[in-house]
C-alpha cells in the first residue's frame, strides 16, 4: 500500500508519505504486536508519574488510562485494526488511542520517546519468557529427579566415546541432566536479576528536560532501579543476548539429552521405551515408533543459536545510541524463545511419560568388559600392584576373554592365574556389576547411595 499522505505520527517535516517498499522495509507492527501489553503497562506506568510530578492533569491521566485499557481489550479481542502505516505497536497504540479518548493521547508522550519506550516493552517482554524458562526448567528437573529416584540403584553401561566404560546407574544418569539444567536456571535468573532496569524516562537518549520521576515508573513496572545512563539505556540490548545465550547453552543440553533419547529408543539398545504420546510412526513401515520429539529438540538448537549469532552480528559496531538496525532484535527473540519454551515442555513430557528398561540396561551394564577398571582397582588395592602394571595386566584378561568370546567374570581363576599369580578368589567379588556401582562411593560418583545424597539436596533445593 503506498500512503501519499504524511505519517500522522511524524509527518510535520514530511511532505509525501513513504515509498511502498519503504513502509515495507520501516514496518515493524507485523511481529512487534506481540508487545502490545508491554507497550500498555509501559504508557501507564509513564501516564500516571506525568500526573504525580504535574507534568499532565489527573483528568488527562485518568483519560488515559481508561483510554489505554480500551485499547488493551481491543487488541485481547482480536478486534483491533493493526496499521502498517503506522510503523510499530507504540503508534498503533497511541493512534487508537487519540480516536477514543481525544486531546489528551497527544500528552502521552511528554518527557519519553520511542527509544526509551520500545527498550522498555522489550525488557518486560524478555523478563516474561525468563520466567517462563525458570518453571519450564522447574518442571523439567522435576521429572528428571522422579526417573533417577525410580532407577536409582539400576545398573546401565557408561560410556566415554560412545563405548563401553564403567557400569553406572540410571539415577546417576538422570542427574547429569539435573545438573545441566540446574545450571540454565541459575543462568536464567542471573540474567534476570542483571537485566531489571527501567529504560523508562531516558528519552531518546539524552534524558528530559521535564521533572519526571523515574523510580516511580520503576518500581511500577517492577524495576528494581531505573538505568544510570540514558545513552546507555535506549542502545542496551545485552537482556536479549544474554536470553539468547542462556538460551543457546540450555538448548544444547536438551540436544545432548534428546540425542541420547534417540539413540536409547532405538532397537539396538532398548534402554528406554518412549511413550506412545511422544512417539510418531511412520507412514510406510508399520513397525516404526519414531522418537520425533527428540529429534526435533535436537534440531532446535540450530535456530536458537542462530538467533543468537544473528542478533550478536546486528548489535556489534553500532554508535551510540539507537540505531534502528535495533528494530531487528525482535524477530530473533521471538522465535528463540517460543522453540525453547516447547523444546522443555517436550522434553519434560517425555521424560514423565518414559519407561528406563531396567533389564536390558542391566544385561548391557555387563557386557563389554565394564568392570576391567574394577579388576585393575583390585590388583591396586588387594595385591599392592602398581596401577600401571594391574592396567597391563587387565588388558591381557581382556584380550583372553575377547579370543574366547565371553566376559570377564567367564574367565576361571586359574585362567586368571596364568597371567597374574597372586589373583584370588575374591576378584570375583568385583566382577559384578552392582559390586562395581556400589564400590563407587566416592563424592558425585555413582553408587546409589550418592545418586539418593544428590536427589535428596536437589529437593531440599526445590522446596526452596
Ligand atoms: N519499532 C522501533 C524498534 O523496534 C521502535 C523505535 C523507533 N525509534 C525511532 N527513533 N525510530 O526499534
Redesign the pocket.
Known amino acids: 500500500m503506498t500512503d501519499q499522505s504524511s505519517n500522522q505520527m511524524w509527518g510535520g517535516r514530511f511532505a509525501a508519505g513513504p515509498d511502498a517498499i519503504m513502509e515495507a522495509i520501516n514496518a ?1 507492527i507485523g511481529f ?1 504486536k506481540r508487545m502490545a501489553a508491554q507497550d500498555i503497562a509501559g504508557s501507564r506506568a509513564h501516564a500516571a508519574m506525568l500526573a504525580a510530578t504535574g507534568v499532565i492533569t489527573d483528568n488527562d491521566a485518568e483519560a488515559i488510562r481508561e483510554g489505554l485499557l480500551t485499547v488493551l481489550s481491543e487488541i485481547e479481542g482480536g478486534t483491533f485494526q493493526f496499521s502498517t502505516a503506522l ?2 505497536i ?1 503508534m498503533n497504540v497511541e493512534a487508537r488511542l487519540k480516536e477514543i479518548i481525544g486531546e489528551p493521547a497527544g500528552r502521552l508522550h511528554t518527557g519519553r520517546s ?2 526509551d519506550q ?1 527498550a522498555t516493552d522489550f525488557k518486560l517482554w524478555v523478563r516474561d519468557q525468563l520466567d517462563a524458562a525458570e518453571s519450564g526448567l522447574l518442571a523439567l528437573i522435576k521429572a528428571l529427579l522422579s526417573q533417577a529416584e525410580a532407577g536409582a540403584d539400576w545398573v546401565m553401561p557408561g560410556f566415554t566415546h560412545l563405548q563401553t566404560a564403567q557400569p553406572v546407574t540410571w539415577g546417576h544418569h538422570m542427574m547429569a541432566y539435573v545438573e545441566m539444567f540446574g545450571r540454565d536456571l541459575s543462568r536464567v535468573r542471573d540474567a534476570r536479576a542483571r537485566m531489571n532496569e527501567s529504560p523508562l524516562g531516558a528519552a531518546a537518549l539524552a534524558g528530559t528536560s521535564f521533572p519526571i520521576d523515574r523510580e516511580m515508573t520503576a518500581k511500577a513496572l517492577g524495576f528494581d532501579r531505573p538505568a544510570a545512563n540514558s545513552l546507555d539505556a535506549v542502545s542496551d540490548r545485552d537482556f536479549a543476548l544474554e536470553f539468547l545465550s542462556v538460551a543457546s547453552i540450555s538448548a544444547v543440553h536438551l540436544s545432548r539429552f534428546a540425542e541420547e533419547l534417540v539413540i536409547w529408543s532405538s532397537a539396538q539398545f532398548r534402554f528406554v521405551t518412549l511413550s506412545d504420546r511422544f512417539s510418531t510412526g511412520s507412514s510406510i513401515m508399520p513397525q516404526k515408533k519414531n522418537p520425533d520429539a527428540a529429534e526435533l529438540i535436537r534440531a532446535k538448537v540450530g535456530r536458537i543459536f542462530g538467533a543468537n549469532t544473528a542478533l550478536m552480528m546486528v548489535m556489534k559496531g553500532l554508535p551510540l545510541a ?1 540505531s ?1 538496525d ?2 531487528e532484535d ?1 524477530e530473533q527473540v521471538f522465535d528463540a524463545a517460543d522453540n525453547w519454551m516447547l523444546a522443555l515442555a517436550a522434553m519434560e513430557g517425555m521424560v514423565k511419560d518414559m519407561t528406563g528398561n531396567r533389564e536390558s540396561l542391566a544385561a548391557a551394564a555387563g557386557s563389554g568388559f565394564s568392570t576391567a577398571t574394577d579388576l585393575a582397582d583390585w590388583l591396586v588395592r588387594v595385591l599392592k600392584v602398581p596401577f600401571r602394571d594391574a592396567h597391563h595386566v587387565t588388558g591381557t584378561l581382556v584380550a583372553m576373554a575377547e579370543s574366547r568370546g565371553c566376559d570377564l567374570p567367564d574367565l576361571s581363576l586359574a585362567d586368571m592365574q596364568g597371567v597374574h599369580e597372586g589373583i584370588t578368589e575374591d576378584i570375583f567379588t568385583v566382577l559384578g556389576v552392582e559390586n562395581s556401582v556400589n564400590s563407587r562411593m566416592s563424592y558425585g560418583g555413582t553408587a546409589p547411595a550418592q545418586v539418593r545424597a544428590q536427589i535428596v539436596r536437589w529437593q531440599e533445593f526445590l522446596a526452596g
Do not use: I, L
Request: charged fraction near 45%; avoid cysteine.
Open positions: 515493524s512487534d510503523e510499530d507504540h520511542r527509544n520500545v539507537y534502528k535495533m528494530q525482535k
